[in-house]
């Protein structure tokens, strides 16, 4: 059958000093394999030697997990060894070539074993071409590395023993060319403990053997052995591997109680299998045949049970996986096995063994487990506390001997600001598995932000940005106990800590990582877990350094889809809700509370098909028409008697019908109230409670058209005149009040009792008198639409802004608000088919100016900026009301 075949690398092109060419001379868990030296030249050889001429049937070649050759061609000869006495002369037989994956899809973290089967031909010397290295960010030094080389081969079997019975038995199991061993594979080899993996070899020719003589018996046992063998050998090889790592970090206590307890679980194994008695060592040994039952066994001799044997092939090293391919039969994961009967954990005459194992079993009552069952079994969380469990005192024994560090490579790259921060120590707590770990280490977080000293410690921005990514980690933790301990340290960092110490872009940053995932948490299915997100939420929208940046307020307030689940869009709107009722509605048309955005929200809520989100929204549209019923309005269907037919609609309609009439009466009673002030002191006169009809009469308020953006003019106009023509038809909300003629009875209320009645009144954005605008414009209404020169009409939607808003106006308010992007460099609203022809011309905003949206130019940002720029000395060229205004002035002079 073929075997491995070994061999010593006789010559390579070069190699690094630190993973030398004779580490391929071995095969274990340690190994660390060849590397070429760095920023060498391609390609580079690695010639090896077979110590017996064979026939050669598989070669194995395991690649490094990020140094990987591009391509591997294979050469053989068949040269006497004794008459080579130089490499160079050797001659050389092509074999073919294999190729090797870059690995980005795995994220360089597994290694690929290749398995080439080679032409049938007879060999003493194989070389390795390697081809140029796959480029990564992780390969800096263009190096190519091998972890092991595997050879396997047919070699002619020596009759060593006198008897030609056995003779022809062993000659009938070593040349069965159909058999393939999996104990002579590289994916055996580079996890089990060398010296458990020579045992195992040795078993599995006796028990061939046992087979050709019919023991039976026998073969059973040594296939049950061979099986608890690869478990304990490849926890063998993990404690390796930690008495290595132990050695590098001049840990030596460890390093010495890792390789006694080595010596310990190699010893009680050995004696609990009956290992020497299995391999006869001595010759025949009777006992072996002896077919006992389960309660007569000793219990060195029970086999592992198949979950202690899946525990123990999950405890591997850390070292990267191997990452087996489909077209090898050798890429078959180790708990399948062969067609062919290798012994293997997997194979179905192995799962009804057990299964006729464990009705033996209850059928003679429980048996003992064993020393070595007690030392794998992992306890349940009931028995935590008891003191008579072995996995608890191996636990508390490791714990005496911890390592530096329990972090992986890639987590101390992931975590690296953090361990610089607050220590190796504390960050390793909330990369633990355990939730105990985890809450210490929030506590210990907390602690820190509580006791932060600048001078002492790290600057804010840093300390913040490491905590943020703490906290981000703990919050998709499932223990509830960590979650909830995570969001009280979320809310102390963002009430206590943030406050005058960090700064806003980095106190936006951690909002930004943090609020995505609350988000998601407030809908989640548990209502412990949705409320605390919730209550986390709104405390991180209340801090001041928050609010300012209006970023929660943005993320709440965006309308939802039909396809939002239910759970998630109804915290949303309840959120939006709590936060109309905290902070009010806002002018600002960067906080997301705007009369349009919140109307907007609730119009796309009013369609969700959860009636939960819909009653929300419906007090959400309730809320923003006490404040501005126009766009309310104008977000929902016409107010007639086919949208009234809607349950919904009508219920929504009926409660603004309420605020209407309320808004009436209102501004009746303030006409009431001014006309009795305005009558002579003695009379009689006093004027009866508002009728019904006069009620109705009255025109809705609904229906007052403001030429200008309310959420712009709401902040900026102070004082109202109520004019009420003697027919009782109009009234008007402008902020300035026009005589219509002497025979109009005009009442204002002056917004200051020392001012004069007959005090000349004048345009709140120019502060032009409103003689001279009467003489240019028809009203005050024709001077804002038309001749104005602070104001603009937008030319997408024709709507009258700010020269100064026109901006904003454009990225945030425009009907056609999608067409325009914001340049990042001058900060203007450009076009988006125009922005490539922007770019080859902008010229940047510089720090402390402003930039003109009219004539692009930069100007000093200081107090009344915008009026000296449009109106001043020079005026804004391209302010083209100026120049009308001017023009006007010039034909009445005329």
Known sequence: MPKKIDFTVIDVTSEDPKYRATELNTHGPTVKGWQSAKNCEYPQEVVIQLTKRCCLNKIQILAHQYLIPSKIELFSSNEDTNTIDDVASITWNYLGYITLSDNQSTGFKSRELKSANVPTTTASFVKLKLGKNHSNSHNNNNQVSLIAVNVLGTEIIVRRHSSPENDEKINDVGNDPEYWSPYEDLAFEMYVDIDVAKIIREMETKKRLAVISERFEYARKLKLAMESLRSAGEKLGKYELEK???????????????????DEFRTSIYQELCVEQLLETDGYCPKNDECLDETEAPSGKNPLSPTLLRVANDKRSNSPQINQTQVSPLHVPRHQSPKKGSPSTGSPTNIQTRGSFRRRNKSAGAIVKSTYEMYEEKPLPALRHSQTNEFLRECQMDNDFKTTSKLTEREKKQAALPIVVFGNELVEKFYSKHYCDKEDGLNRLKEELLSYDNTKMHTANKTARAAVFLLHRTLRDKVFSVYNLANEVIRLFFVQFVPGRVSPPEVARSVDKLLPELLTKS????????????????????????????????????????????????????????????????????????????????????????????????????????????????????????????????????????????????????????????????????????????????????????????????????????????????????????????????????????????????????????????????????????????LVRCKECSQVVEVSMLMEHLLMECERRENYTQCSHCSEAVKISEIKHHASTCRGLVEGYNRCPLCHENFEDEELCWKKHLMGEKPCPKNTRIKMQAQKQVTIQI
């Open 244 to 262: 290595r790592h132990a050695i590098e970090l001049e840990d030596y206590e460890r390093a010495r109680h890792k390789k006694n307890q080595m």
């Open 523 to 790: 809908g989640d299915t548990s209502a412990r877990i949705h409320h605390m997100a919730v209550h986390t939420i709104l405390t991180m929208a209340d801090c001041k350094n928050v609010r300012d940046l209006h970023i929660i307020p943005v993320h709440l307030s965006r309308p939802v889809s039909s396809s939002t689940h239910p759970r998630l869009a109804l915290s949303r709107a309840e959120m939006v809700e709590q936060l109309i009722i905290n902070h009010g509605i806002s002018t600002d048309k960067q906080s997301g509370l705007t009369c349009r955005t919140l109307s907007e929200f609730g119009s796309s809520g009013l369609h969700h098909p959860a009636e939960a989100v819909r009653k929300v929204s419906e007090r959400i549209l309730v809320l923003v028409y006490k404040v501005n019923p126009r766009l309310v309005r104008k977000q929902l269907p016409p107010d007639d008697d086919i949208t009234r037919r809607n349950l919904l609609y009508r219920q929504l309609f009926h409660e603004f019908d309420k605020i209407d009439l309320q808004r009436k009466k209102e501004m009746l009673e303030k006409t009431r109230v001014i006309q009795q002030c305005s009558l002579p002191p003695n009379s009689d006169y006093l004027s009866p409670e508002p009728t019904p009809t006069e009620l109705n009469k009255c025109p809705s308020t609904s229906n007052i058209q403001n030429i200008f953006n309310y959420d712009q003019v709401n902040n900026q106009t102070k004082n109202y005149a109520i004019s009420k023509s003697l027919s009782g038809s109009n009234i008007q909300n402008n902020g300035n009040a026009k005589n219509e003629s002497s025979s109009s009875a005009s009442i204002s209320s002056p917004s200051n009792n020392s001012q004069k009645d007959d005090e000349e009144k004048q345009c709140i954005f120019c502060n032009q008198p409103e003689s001279s605008i009467l003489a240019v414009s028809n009203s005050m209404n024709s001077h804002y639409w038309r001749s104005c020169p602070m």
